[in-house]
């Protein structure tokens, strides 16, 4: 047997799951993606506990101070250091980003499989609604749901996640009206297969390619849209910090503290090529004409 042989012969015997993992850590920039990723999370999850500054705490007279040994990202005009205030700022912006990304998920993908199976009538009444909400900026209907619901974190993964979910929505529904015009689809609503077995059971497996990659652009887009709502004072409150505050306060200042910019800029721009390094890998292992 010769070694293309085997290769086949061993792909055969993969779960479609295992070889979309196998293709997937065969894919250089996803794998240095999530290197990046993972490095950054882990900083700002267990950095904060090993540095001795605080991120609230004021200091005048070591007010905006260039990166030194002391502080290593330097400090701010009231003298917090940088470090310490990007790296909690990433654990704020990276957990909105995701929180407000699984309800996105969660409510697009359902009502998406839902209206692109339903067709007909159903379709185009779900779909028109998607088409008011769309017509609505995304900016007003949050700023909305915060002045109503409150200005807590969590309101505010909901208040995103409530509207974030329209494009998955638009996708899941495009996708599924393909699927549905498949004959094993087919043929199983004719034997008799209740409607939402069929949803679990062949539908939504055939949706996690488009659904993981978008949800992968998803979440850097919920870190900027939060960014926009701390900049007008609707996100996170001060002292706290996030990554969108970070650079909200250093872009105006840049031209005499760059420092202020440089470094949560970074942080955020690493982040978000890491986070589409890790999609277009996704993507890639879970196509299903990879797999031939």
Not at 56 to 84: C, E, K, M
Not at 265 to 291: H, V
């Amino acid at each position: 047997m010769t070694k293309q042989q085997r290769e086949t012969s061993a792909n055969d015997a993969r779960s479609l799951g295992q070889d979309a993992w196998h293709r997937l850590r065969r894919n250089n920039m996803a794998r240095i993606g999530g290197l990046i990723f993972a490095v950054i999370a882990l900083l700002c999850l267990i950095g904060p506990l090993c540095i001795s500054h605080s991120y609230d705490t004021t200091n005048l007279a070591y007010g905006a101070q260039p990166p030194s040994a002391q502080h290593w990202f330097g400090t701010d005009d009231l003298g917090r250091d940088v470090l310490i205030r990007t790296l909690i700022g990433g654990r704020i912006s990276i957990g909105v980003g995701f929180a407000a990304t699984v309800v996105a998920l969660l409510i697009g993908v359902s009502y998406g499989a839902i209206a692109g199976y339903a067709g007909g009538k159903s379709e185009a009444t779900m779909m028109r609604f998607v088409d008011a909400l769309y017509a609505l900026p995304f900016t007003i209907i949050v700023i909305l749901l915060t002045v109503f619901l409150g200005r807590s974190i969590m309101l505010i993964f909901l208040a995103i996640g409530a509207v974030e979910w329209l494009t998955m929505a638009r996708i899941v529904r495009g996708q599924t009206k393909a699927l549905r015009k498949q004959t094993y689809i087919e043929a199983a609503i004719v034997n008799g297969v209740p409607h939402s077995r069929i949803l679990i059971r062949h539908i939504l497996p055939n949706l996690l390619g488009p659904v993981i990659v978008y949800t992968t652009l998803t979440i850097p887009a919920v870190i900027l849209l939060e960014s926009v709502l701390s900049f007008l004072g609707l996100g996170v409150q001060p002292p706290m910090s996030s990554w969108g505050i970070l650079i909200s306060e250093g872009a105006q200042k840049i031209d005499v503290y760059p420092w202020l910019l440089i470094f949560p800029a970074t942080f955020f721009s690493l982040s978000l090529f890491a986070l589409n390094f890790i999609g277009d890998g996704l993507r890639d292992a879970l196509d299903p004409k990879e797999a031939q």
